[in-house]
């Protein structure tokens, strides 16, 4: 436990030490703020869909941005071989770097709170079990997508790399919903379950079902595994 | 403390550490030394769990690498080659980063960090971007973080180079300090580096082990031979053909003459010393010596030609 601390806290303070961290916040605050305060006065509606139909959007970028550098960077410089023999488990590496990408992401998520007291001022008969339920969802997704993102910086040295591949995966997640037209009958159930807009629109319409928090667990689950698997396949090189 | 058993690996068709097999005990500084490409990294990595062996097995207090990597890396601080560091971090947290995977915190880590901070000269540095530091102060944090648990075993992957020679002499007292309480692996491929630093010399060539034992070990092993320049007054051409049949343990290999002086190049092997034969033999025949200078083979011939394409020499 101590070391995911460890990998987590040098991550983090990696984040912060160089001005991504506070690029990745003010970017994702601005791109949010502008596509919800474009249309709350006009649609003149007191709930936050807006919002929670945007942020997914951004996160197609975003968080692919935000992880991309979490394990291929380490690759990049070399520095791979000296956390990998330190006396740490694959297992934890991954957790730690998983878990401080996912922090920031958070982080930004929260600036968007602010959005939620404009509603407070000006909005009538506020749903604000939506509001937290749409926020649940939204963290949910990150989740999901972070864990894609570390599974992307592992497969590679270069950050670039790193980063359309995570977009890449992210994006197939995220069409799958829409591409149900296309898809025989018999798979569209199948297709339907794999899709994160599918289970966020469950979340976020107030519904918080078991079923969806299994999909979204076992999918962070599957990339972090595969991620700590692409770790130890470096040893049989 | 550390046996190695049949170690093999392979990536893909290219052998690069072909069944080696030695064992290392405690304090003591071992050499590991081969031309670039010999395997030397290759083992370390093996040795450090870096790598998992394509066959054989590393030791470390009797527990295998491939099932107890974790608790050997607990008893291993490893140095890997050109010193990989996290550019962004300070210097104290990057010491800190290393102290807190190995479990070292509080009152311990001040200590910790007080020890190796003097040990290693860093007193300037501590507040200082890793990346800000220069080539030998970086070299010295990687070392640093290598040893902020005061492992047992410390490995060190060419542990010099790219260093200017004010501070490879204090590397190198630094790690004879070190191998008085540890077992301490360093590999290089410069050979005055490892006669200088270490107790026992592995030289390695195309994955295997061509040589294993002193500096002193390794000159009277060779097979090679040594030489003894004469310059001799008074000779004649036929006497000095002749000297070969009076003492069996040379071989003349060049004679020149020049203004009445002949300067003769004998060869003969380590096993003998012929020089006292060569005296009396010039006694007798009433030459005057006016040189005789015997030229030791030195580690550096021996390296070069153990390591050679083709491997050791068959003489």
């Not at chain 1, 079990?129 to 270069?158: D, H, K, P, R």
């Not at chain 1, 966020?200 to 962070?220: A, E, M, W």
Request: aromatic residues 10%; proline residues 3%; contains cysteine.
């Amino acid at each position: 436990m101590h070391n995911i601390r460890a990998i987590y806290k040098k991550e983090l303070s990696s984040f912060f030490s160089s001005p991504m961290a506070y690029i990745f916040l003010v970017i994702f605050a601005l791109v949010n703020g502008y596509f919800f305060t474009n249309t709350f006065f006009l649609y003149n509606q007191s709930d936050m869909r807006a919002l929670f139909g945007i942020v997914p959007m951004v996160y197609l970028f975003f968080i692919p941005a935000v992880s991309m550098g979490l394990i291929s960077r380490e690759k990049g410089i070399g520095t791979i071989e000296i956390i990998s023999t330190l006396p740490i488990k694959e297992r934890d590496i991954v957790l730690g770097k998983y878990l401080a990408g996912l922090t920031l992401i958070i982080i930004s998520l929260f600036s968007t709170v602010i959005h939620y007291f404009t509603l407070i001022k000006f909005g009538t008969t506020i749903d604000h079990g939506a509001v937290f339920t749409g926020y649940l969802g939204l963290a949910l997704v990150a989740g999901v997508y972070t864990s894609i993102g570390v599974f992307a910086s592992s497969l590679t040295e270069n950050q670039v790399i790193a980063f359309i591949v995570g977009i890449a995966i992210v994006l197939v997640f995220f069409l799958m919903d829409k591409l149900l037209y296309f898809v025989p009958a018999s798979l569209a159930g199948i297709v339907q379950y794999m899709s994160t807009e599918f289970h966020l629109s469950n979340i976020s319409r107030g519904v918080i079902d078991t079923r969806n928090l299994i999909y979204f667990g076992s999918i962070i689950g599957f990339f972090l595994f595969m991620t700590t698997r692409v770790l130890e396949s470096r040893k049989w090189s | 403390m550390i046996k190695i058993e049949n170690l093999t690996k392979h990536y893909g068709d290219v052998k690069a550490v072909k069944s080696i097999s030695f064992e290392l005990e405690d304090s003591q500084i071992v050499g590991f030394l081969g031309a670039n490409g010999a395997g030397k990294s290759t083992t370390l990595k093996m040795i450090t769990g870096y790598l998992t062996p394509t066959s054989g097995n590393v030791f470390v207090d009797n527990k295998n690498i491939i099932d107890h990597s974790i608790e050997i890396q607990k008893m291993i601080g490893y140095l890997p080659e050109l010193n990989p560091l996290y550019g962004e971090m300070k210097v104290f947290d990057y010491l800190k980063f290393h102290a807190d995977v190995r479990g070292i915190q509080g009152h311990k880590f001040n200590k910790s960090l007080e020890k190796v901070v003097s040990q290693c000269g860093l007193q300037g540095v501590v507040h200082k971007t890793v990346s800000n530091c220069s080539k030998g102060y970086k070299q010295r944090i990687g070392l640093a973080a290598s040893m902020i648990h005061d492992p047992k075993i410390l490995i060190l992957d060419e542990p010099v180079t790219g260093l200017d020679p004010n501070q490879i002499v204090e590397i190198r007292q630094l790690i004879k300090r070190l191998g008085k309480e540890k077992l301490v692996l360093m590999s290089s491929h410069i050979l005055q580096e490892i006669q200088a630093t270490v107790d026992r010399i592995v030289i390695i060539h195309n994955g295997e082990i061509v040589a294993d034992g002193t500096s002193d070990e390794l000159i009277k092993d060779s097979k090679g031979l040594n030489q003894l320049e004469l310059e001799l007054l008074n000779a004649k051409k036929d006497d000095i053909k002749n000297m070969k049949a009076n003492i069996p343990s040379i071989k003349i290999k060049s004679q020149t003459e020049n203004e009445k002086r002949h300067q003769v190049s004998l060869e003969y092997a380590n096993t003998s010393d012929p020089r006292k034969d060569v005296f009396n033999y010039a006694v007798e025949k009433k030459w005057i010596i006016i040189k005789m200078n015997s030229t030791k083979r030195n580690l550096e011939d021996i390296f070069r030609n153990l390591t050679k394409q083709g491997g050791p020499e068959d003489a």
